[in-house]
């Protein structure tokens, strides 16, 4: 039987605007139009009127947003969308297009090749 799994509940509660998205709506005002477009203002803390573009949250209050931007999270957020990663650093990471050389074997590969 077992407990249902609260974890997965939260993960998808508190999701933010991804890196990628939030840039966009720094660099073109146009994208973020877009995305306010699509929420319904009777449906948002303090009407839609408080929204923090970088971290893609809306507030209640002017007084719970200027509270925001001087914090610890806003301020890591900011440091994240300086320099965003690039399509090359994440195939990077995932070893796509990435030459480590020639593979050594080792003496388990030529005790199980013969």
Known sequence: MGY??????TKTRRYLRDIDQAKADLVSPRHLELYKETKLSE??????????????????????????LKAKPHRRRLKALERPYTHEEANAVMGVGVDNGPVRETAMDVEMSS
């Open 43 to 68: 449906d948002l803390p303090g009407l839609g009127k408080f929204y923090c573009t970088a971290c893609a949250k809306w507030f209640e209050s002017d007084f719970s947003l200027t509270t925001h």
């Open 4 to 9: 249902p799994s609260k974890r997965t509940k």
